[in-house]
C-alpha cells in the first residue's frame, strides 16, 4: 500500500515554525521527494505503473513538479499541479496555469499544456482539480468563476477529451459549485464535490451528470475523494471537526478532531487517508484507516496524508484504485476448420451488456479447463495431429473490468498427418454436347479415397475448380478440353497426382462456322442416323452444315432423265446424302446432285443435295445462315417421275405447290453431315 502525502518537520534553529516536505510511504517505509527540510515541497496525486511511480506537487522552490521515480521533470508554465494519471505511455497531469493574468484550468499530456477553458471574458479563472484516464479517454473535473455583473459564480465543469460538460443546474439564484474528485467506473462517471447556499457547504456526488445530494444533517462539508467499486459508491469528506466517510449514501464519522482525503478499496477492504489528532485535538498526523481502523503513518505532528493508492501483483493501478468489475460473458466459439496442426474457430459474441468495451480472447487446452494463455487471434497452429482439443472464450481483462468466465469448450479433433494420394486412370468420354462433357467414372483406390475431376483447356491439371459431379457444363462450343482425375484429399490422404486427359473436343452450335467452311444449322447433341447406299455404312452425325455458296439455273434432271422415276427418296432428316446417291446412280450427270462438283476448292467433299427436311431445317434458322431469301431451291427428293420437291425461302414450304418439273432451272446449295 502506498500512501502520498505533505509532512510537517519543526525547524531546529528556532523551534517555532513549520516546513513542509513531500513525502511517499511505501508500506510504511518513509520516502522524503525532496531533501532540503527548510524550503516547504507539496505532493498532492500519485500514479503506481509496473515499474514506475510518477508524483505531482510542488518543489522546495514552489515550482510544479511531477516526479519520476524520485526524478523532479519541470511543467511548463504550471503554477499548480493537482492530479496525475497514466494511460499506456502517455502522462497527463491536470492543475493550473497562468493566461492572460488569469488562472486557467490545464491539462498536460508529456509535458505538452492543453488550455482547458474557454476564452469568455467574463471568465475570472478556472481550476482543474482532478484528472483520470481509461484507454484513450481522458476526463478532467474542476471549476469556472465568472462575473455575472452582480456577483462571482462558480461552476462544477467536466471535460472529457477537452469537451466542457456543465455539472451546475442553475437551481438557485446564484451557482456556487466545486468538483473535486473524480473517478470513472464502466460506462459511469463519479464526480464528488460541493454546492454552496446561503452559507451552507452541500455535500454532491454527480452520477454520468445528475446531481445526488449526500446526507449531512445540516453540517458543512467539504468533499475529497470518491471511489467506485462494483455496486458500492464510496465519498470521503469532512464536517468540521468530524472525517465522514459515506457508502451508497449512508453517513459514517470515522473520528472526530480528523479530515479525510482519499479513498481506495481492495476487495473487501476500504483504505481512506488523510489526518487525525492523537495527542491534542487541534495538532494532527497522517493517518490511513483500513475498515474504520485508525492507523498513525507518522510521528510528526502537522502531517497529512493527501492521497492512497496501491500497485497490484501485475502492476496495474487505474490512479484512484485498481479494483475491476465483473467481465462480460461471451458465447462459446464455433468451428470453422482444422488441419493435422491447426484449428480455426468463429468469433465468439457476447451473451451480457458488454459495458467496459471488452474484447474477446481465446485459449485452447487438452483437458476441458481453461486454460492460462490466451491469444486474440482466431486460429491455433503448432497443434499435434490427432489430438483433441478444448476451445474456450472469454472477455478480455481491460483497465476496468477483469476478464470474463470462460465460455463452455468447444472440443476438436485435429487431423492425422497425411499421407501420400494414390494413383487412378485417365477418365472415359461418356457423351458430349456444344456446351457441356460428361464423363465416365473412375475406379475408386483401395485406400478409401474418392475421386475428383477438373478440366482445363490445355495439358496441364489446374490447381484449382476440381469437382465431384461427372459432368463440366457451361463450355464453348467447337472447343479443345483436357479432362483430368485424381484422388481426393481428406483426412488421412493428400490428393493424388493428377492422371493423364482425357482429350475432348465439344461439338459446333448452330451460327458457328463449320469444317467446311459454311455455317452449321442443325445440331442434335443426341446424334441422328445418316443414310447411305450400303446400309453397312450408315453413320451418325450431330451437325448439318451448309455450303458457303449458292448455285444457280440447275435443272434436277439432265436431258433424257427428266421423266426418269428415281425409286426411294425420301422427305426425312438424314436422308439427303442417300437421295443423292440414289438420283446418281441412275443419272450420273444430274446438275442438282452433282453439286460436290461445285464445292471441290472447299475443305470437305462430301456435300450432297439435302432432302425436303434438311431444307426445312436450313429454313428454320436462315437468321444464322448467310443464304438468299428469294431463291427456289431444288431437294434431292422426288415428288414423282416428271416432278421433284423445291423449297421456296421467300415464302417456306408447302406441299400444295412446292414441286416442279425436273428439266426446271431452280437453285441448289449444298450440305454435309458430320
Same mark, same amino acid.
Given at each position: 500500500m502506498q500512501v502520498q502525502h505533505k509532512q510537517y518537520i519543526e525547524v531546529p534553529q528556532s523551534g517555532l515554525g513549520f516546513s513542509e516536505t513531500a513525502t511517499i510511504w511505501n508500506n510504511g517505509k518513509t520516502i522524503y521527494l525532496s531533501d532540503n527540510f527548510i524550503n516547504h515541497s507539496s505532493a498532492n496525486s500519485i500514479y503506481v505503473t509496473d515499474s514506475d511511480v510518477f508524483v505531482v506537487g510542488l518543489d522546495e522552490y514552489q515550482n510544479a513538479t511531477l516526479w519520476k521515480n524520485g526524478t523532479k521533470i519541470n511543467?511548463?508554465?504550471?503554477?499548480?499541479?493537482?492530479?496525475?494519471?497514466?494511460?499506456?505511455?502517455?502522462?497527463?497531469?491536470?492543475?493550473?496555469?497562468? #493566461?492572460? =493574468?488569469?488562472?486557467?484550468?490545464?491539462? @498536460?499530456? %508529456?509535458? $505538452?499544456? &492543453?488550455?482547458?477553458? #474557454?476564452? =469568455?471574458?467574463?471568465?475570472?479563472?478556472? @481550476?482543474? %482539480?482532478? $484528472?483520470? &484516464?481509461?484507454?484513450?479517454d481522458v476526463w478532467v473535473v474542476g471549476k469556472e468563476v465568472f462575473d455575472n455583473g452582480t456577483a462571482y459564480e462558480e461552476f462544477a465543469v467536466l471535460w472529457k477529451n477537452g469537451s466542457k460538460i456543465n455539472l451546475s443546474d442553475g437551481t438557485y439564484e446564484y451557482n456556487n459549485f466545486h468538483a473535486n474528485s473524480l473517478y470513472v467506473f464502466g460506462s459511469d462517471v463519479y464526480i464528488a464535490g460541493t454546492e454552496v447556499k446561503e452559507g451552507e457547504s452541500i455535500p454532491v456526488l454527480w452520477k454520468n451528470g445528475v446531481k445526488i445530494i449526500l446526507t449531512h444533517d445540516g453540517l458543512n462539508c467539504n468533499v475529497t475523494g470518491v471511489y467506485a467499486s462494483n455496486s458500492d459508491i464510496y465519498v470521503t469528506g469532512n464536517a468540521h471537526p468530524d472525517a465522514i466517510l459515506w457508502k451508497n449514501g449512508v453517513k459514517t464519522i470515522l473520528n472526530s478532531n480528523s479530515a479525510m482525503n482519499s479513498i481506495y478499496i481492495s476487495g473487501s477492504d476500504v483504505y481512506v487517508v488523510g489526518s487525525s489528532a492523537y495527542d491534542k485535538p487541534n495538532i494532527s498526523a497522517a493517518t490511513i484507516w483500513k475498515n474504520g481502523n485508525r492507523i498513525r503513518l507518522s510521528d510528526r505532528h502537522g502531517s497529512t496524508a493527501n492521497f492512497v493508492t496501491r500497485k497490484d501483483s501485475k502492476g496495474n493501478n487505474s490512479?484512484?484504485?485498481?479494483?475491476?468489475?465483473?467481465?462480460?460473458?461471451?458465447?462459446?466459439?464455433?468451428?470453422?476448420?482444422?488441419?493435422?496442426?491447426?484449428?480455426?474457430?468463429?468469433?465468439?459474441?457476447?451473451?451480457?451488456?458488454?459495458?467496459?468495451?471488452?474484447?474477446?480472447?481465446?485459449?485452447?487446452?487438452?483437458?476441458?479447463?481453461?486454460?492460462?494463455?490466451?491469444?486474440?487471434?482466431?486460429?491455433?497452429?503448432?497443434?499435434?495431429?490427432?489430438?483433441?482439443?478444448?476451445?474456450?472464450?472469454?472477455?478480455?481483462?481491460?483497465?476496468?473490468?477483469?476478464?470474463?468466465?470462460?465460455?463452455?469448450?468447444?472440443?476438436?479433433?485435429?487431423?492425422?498427418?497425411?499421407?501420400?494420394?494414390?494413383?487412378?486412370?485417365?477418365?472415359?468420354?461418356?457423351?458430349?454436347?456444344?456446351?457441356?462433357?460428361?464423363?465416365?467414372?473412375?475406379?475408386?483406390?483401395?485406400?478409401?479415397?474418392?475421386?475428383?475431376?477438373a478440366k482445363n483447356t490445355t495439358n496441364s491439371a489446374p490447381l484449382s475448380g476440381w469437382q465431384d459431379e461427372l459432368i463440366f457444363t457451361g463450355l464453348n462450343s467447337n472447343t479443345q478440353y483436357f479432362i483430368f482425375a485424381r484422388s481426393k484429399a481428406d483426412l488421412a490422404h493428400n490428393a493424388g497426382t493428377p492422371s493423364d486427359a482425357l482429350i475432348v473436343k465439344t461439338h459446333y452450335k448452330v451460327g458457328d462456322t463449320g469444317p467446311g467452311g459454311g455455317k452449321i444449322f442443325y445440331y442434335d447433341p443426341d446424334g441422328f442416323t445418316v443414310f447411305m447406299l450400303d446400309p453397312e455404312e450408315n453413320y451418325i452425325a450431330n451437325h448439318l452444315e451448309v455450303a458457303p455458296t449458292v448455285i444457280y439455273g440447275l435443272p434436277w434432271a439432265s436431258a433424257g432423265y427428266t421423266s426418269t422415276n428415281i425409286t426411294g427418296t425420301s422427305m426425312l432428316l438424314g436422308t439427303g446424302r442417300r437421295n443423292t446417291s440414289l438420283i446418281l446412280a441412275i443419272d450420273k450427270n444430274s446438275p442438282a446432285a452433282n453439286i460436290n462438283v461445285n464445292y471441290l476448292a472447299t475443305l470437305q467433299t462430301d456435300w450432297f443435295l439435302p432432302s425436303v427436311n434438311e431444307l426445312s431445317q436450313l429454313y428454320s434458322n436462315m437468321s444464322h445462315v448467310n443464304i438468299p431469301t428469294s431463291a427456289l431451291y431444288w431437294s434431292s427428293t422426288q415428288y414423282n417421275n416428271?416432278?421433284?420437291?423445291?423449297?421456296?425461302?421467300?415464302?417456306?414450304?408447302?406441299?400444295?405447290?412446292?414441286?416442279?418439273?425436273?428439266?426446271?432451272?431452280?437453285?441448289?446449295?449444298?450440305i454435309r453431315a458430320f
Open positions: 511543467l511548463s508554465d504550471c503554477i499548480e499541479a493537482s492530479s496525475v494519471s497514466v494511460s499506456g505511455s502517455d502522462v497527463y497531469v491536470a492543475g493550473v496555469s497562468y #493566461d492572460n =493574468n488569469r488562472t486557467r484550468a490545464t491539462l @498536460w499530456k %508529456n509535458g $505538452v499544456k &492543453t488550455i482547458l477553458s #474557454d476564452t =469568455n471574458e467574463k471568465l475570472l479563472g478556472s @481550476w482543474a %482539480n482532478s $484528472v483520470f &484516464t481509461v484507454g484513450l490512479g484512484f484504485g485498481n479494483d475491476k468489475m465483473t467481465g462480460a460473458t461471451v458465447s462459446a466459439p464455433q468451428f470453422i476448420s482444422k488441419t493435422h496442426n491447426s484449428i480455426t474457430i468463429t468469433a465468439a459474441t457476447f451473451t451480457s451488456a458488454n459495458s467496459g468495451k471488452q474484447t474477446i480472447e481465446y485459449g485452447r487446452s487438452q483437458i476441458d479447463v481453461a486454460p492460462e494463455i490466451w491469444q486474440d487471434g482466431l486460429t491455433f497452429i503448432g497443434l499435434n495431429a490427432n489430438t483433441t482439443y478444448y476451445i474456450f472464450a472469454r472477455s478480455k481483462e481491460n483497465i476496468t473490468h477483469n476478464a470474463g468466465i470462460p465460455s463452455m469448450a468447444l472440443f476438436v479433433t485435429t487431423n492425422p498427418v497425411k499421407t501420400a494420394g494414390e494413383d487412378v486412370d485417365a477418365p472415359t468420354l461418356d457423351k458430349i454436347s456444344n456446351n457441356s462433357i460428361t464423363i465416365n467414372a473412375v475406379s475408386l483406390p483401395g485406400n478409401g479415397q474418392t475421386i475428383e475431376y416428271t416432278n421433284a420437291w423445291f423449297f421456296n425461302f421467300s415464302l417456306g414450304f408447302n406441299y400444295d405447290y412446292s414441286f416442279y418439273v425436273k428439266s426446271i432451272d431452280y437453285s441448289a446449295r449444298g
